[in-house]
């Protein structure tokens, strides 16, 4: 099907359910204060990010893995829905204010990434889906790699208390990660981790 299809099935996708767009030409979008590639929310209205400004491995990357939270928003999964309680309040939510040093109990952080994890490595499956049935000129081992460091990274946040948008960037990083998704990702791999301590700074 190819890219044009897979940029107007997002845009229709995007349109039919209420979900604002927003694509920028600029090569990072800042979230609460952090940049980042892109992002999808639904509060305080659904929208969707994506920062174009990089070449088109990476702009397009982002998009479908954010293409695919928005899905799992409209789909209402259970990795989505799962940390919402009755009253509203949403157990991920102390993860960013904590990251810029608010404080929350070891147990809230624990909680909120590990529901973090969760969300995210199902969005990433759904990513590698959906560039196999597009066609999409990505590599799907590259994804993957990449996909599961921004997985593993998540415990290593829970160490450091630091948000690292350029992990990406760094080949001796995401090179180190598995190939293929893994049964349990309750530990970062070791080749990884040495990875992280190495070159994450």
């Known amino acids: 099907m190819g890219i044009g299809t897979f940029l107007q099935d997002v845009l229709n996708t995007a349109r039919t359910n209420r979900?604002?767009?927003?694509?920028?030409?600029?090569?990072?979008?800042?979230?609460?204060?952090?940049?980042?590639?892109?992002?999808?929310?639904?509060?305080?209205?659904?929208?969707?990010?994506?920062?174009?400004?990089?070449?088109?491995?990476?702009?397009?990357?982002?998009?479908?893995?954010?293409?695919?939270?928005?899905?799992?928003?409209?789909?209402?999964?259970?990795?989505?829905?799962?940390s919402i309680l009755k009253d509203g309040s949403d157990l991920t939510e102390p993860f960013w204010p904590w990251l810029?040093?608010?404080?929350?109990?070891?147990?809230?952080?624990?909680?909120?990434?590990?529901?973090?994890?969760?969300v995210e490595l199902d969005c990433e499956k759904r990513s590698v889906a959906k560039i196999k049935r597009y066609g999409l000129d990505l590599d799907i081992t590259t994804y993957i790699q990449k996909a599961n460091t921004y997985v593993f990274l998540y415990h290593y946040m829970r160490d450091t208390r630091k948000w690292y948008p350029t992990v990406y960037d760094v080949d001796l990083i995401w090179t180190k990660a598995p190939k293929v998704f893994v049964h349990d990702y309750s530990k970062i791999p070791e080749k990884l981790h040495t990875a992280f301590r190495k070159h994450l700074k």
């Open 19 to 82: 979900v604002h767009i927003r694509l920028s030409p600029n090569d990072h979008i800042k979230s609460d204060g952090a940049k980042c590639g892109g992002y999808f929310t639904e509060y305080p209205y659904p929208l969707l990010t994506c920062a174009m400004g990089r070449d088109q491995e990476r702009w397009l990357s982002i998009l479908v893995h954010e293409s695919c939270h928005m899905d799992q928003w409209i789909e209402q999964t259970p990795s989505w829905t799962n």
């Open 100 to 118: 810029k040093g608010e404080e929350y109990t070891t147990k809230e952080i624990r909680v909120a990434i590990d529901l973090l994890l969760k």
